[in-house]
């Protein structure tokens, strides 16, 4: 085909292109219908295009290294945008209708983000501490970062409504900071029409560089403090408006209850007594009630029986908060009752327990200084496990584990509080008249215990233990008359007072009393335990 031939061919074809162009080109409509043919075609050719980088390479693995992907994020958001630009969305023409795509997955998830952000109060942040052993409040406000000057305020207002030496270790506290502004967490941006193109990796950072130290965090500032000193008690430490520290202690009604529990003794008192659902505290004060009359090791037989009456005090949800009074207590051993009333004859003392005559069973001396104990070893000659030869053992041995509470027998004053010998940890009581107490192998003495102290009689001087020379743990228990160690199970001691004139008749008054109400109030088997039976019924 020559040059002529040729051209006369592209001329026709112009010919016939122009015409309908030109056609086209002459009316609105066929304006338009160009210009988005031609749009769509460039859109579509770039959403080609994009679709076919964003695949891996699969020919070779040494151009994979060269190659760079098309984040997923920025690709979905350019094809949405390409539909909206090959729809018209992007021209002002009010003779056509926009169109709007479907909300996607990462919208939804995106819209889900931005009405759940997790924190309910922006700028507020509350945290717990936990008093321990050794540490005073402010000490421990400190360290968690409250300013000295807020610590010290809190602990003055605190100190307004609660005695702080009764904060034991492992009380918790709650407490409530506000944020500093640039800590509180912004709300997402849900802008329409905004892409966020993410940047590039910065990880490969030289990891020897210089480290710029960071700032420490802020702590906030402190609004309030929360506690519960006790199931009654609810204390909260407010900040004012001035700045000022201010306590208020909200304490919740108790309910109080009379009970009459008793129960058979098949083993002993104590698991007898908490099988029957009476509280541990009052277990044990009925224990401290017998141990002058009662030896619970010796004298207490399968099939004795206890009774015993006493208040208990309840939160309004029904939960147990302390105990009240034993108002009688009766035990039958021995084919005998030993019957206990409580009466107060002097009102500037303490109440005392008194039997059916108005006599008092506490005796100068308790029978046992520890609660359950069993004697492994009398007072007499015995062969001795670790010298290995007979001699005289010039006490008693209550088999009890290490750090089992340790009583004085008896009221007195301290007269030897240290290490001696094969007694290991060894205390002394004199309590006067010639009589006195001693206690050997202990694990260490109560606080407060040393030569010359005061103690009374039940309280808590020491803890068992296994020091000196011991074979185990127990507990070694003398009693001295004159400087000269007695058998403990027979000495013979003074007994407490009996009531007389008046105040035995405001006695006798007192017990009829206690008498009308033991026989309308009916024995419970089981005492309900409101808290442990709603926990038993959800777990049903």
Known sequence: MDRRTLSAQLTTLVSNVRA??????????????VLSTSIT??????????????????????????????????????????????????FSDPTRQQYQPPAGLDDALAAEDATDDGNST???????????????LAGTLEEAGVPNADA??????????FDLRAARAGQTFQLT?????????????????????????????????????????????????????????????????DGSFNANDVVKQLVQHHHRAGATIDSSLYLAATQAGIPTDVVVEMIHMFSYKVDFQRDLRPGDRFEVYYDYYYTPEGQPAKQGNISYAMMHTGGKDIVLYRFQPDPNQPADYFDKNGENLKGMLMKTPVDGARISSGFGMRFHPVL???????GIDFAVPVGTPVMAAGTGTVKLAGHLGGYGNYLRIDMGNGYGTAYGHLSRFAP?????????????????????????????????????????????VAQGRK??????????????????????????????????????????
Not at 388 to 394: A, D, F, L
Request: no cysteine; proline share 8%.
């Open 41 to 90: 075609a460039l859109v579509a050719g770039a959403v080609s295009w994009l679709a076919v980088g964003a695949l891996p390479p699969i020919h070779s693995a040494a151009q994979e290294a060269n190659t760079a992907y098309v984040p997923y994020t920025l690709f979905t958001q350019l094809v949405h945008a390409g539909s909206k630009l090959a729809n018209g969305t992007l």
């Open 152 to 161: 010290v305020a809190a602990v003055a207002a605190l100190a307004k409504v």
């Open 499 to 540: 009531l007389e004139g008046k105040e035995r008749t405001a006695f006798l008054e007192t017990r009829l009393r206690t008498d009308a109400l033991l026989a309308s109030a009916p024995l419970e088997a089981r005492v309900a335990d409101i808290a442990t039976e709603l926990r038993q019924a959800k777990a049903r």
């Open 20 to 33: 309908p162009v030109t056609a086209a080109l002459a009316t609105t409509d066929g304006r338009w219908a």
């Open 388 to 394: 290995g030869y007979t001699r005289m053992h010039k």
């Open 448 to 492: 407060g215990i040393h030569v010359g102290s005061r103690v009374r009689q039940g309280q808590i001087v020491a803890y068992s233990g296994n020091t000196g020379l011991s074979t185990g743990p127990h507990l070694h228990y003398e009693i001295l008359v004159n400087g000269e160690q007695v058998n403990p199970l027979t000495v013979k």
């Open 122 to 136: 922006p700028g507020i942040e509350t945290r717990t501490l936990t008093l321990e052993s050794g540490d005073t």
């Open 177 to 241: 900071f506000q944020l500093p502004p640039e800590d509180i967490p912004l709300p997402p941006d849900t802008t329409p029409g905004v892409i966020n193109i993410p940047l590039p990796d910065q990880d490969d950072a030289d990891p020897n560089g210089v480290v710029t130290p960071a700032a420490p965090t802020p702590v906030g500032r402190l609004l309030a403090i929360a506690f519960s000193p006790s199931v009654e008690h609810n204390i909260t430490i407010a900040r004012a408006a």
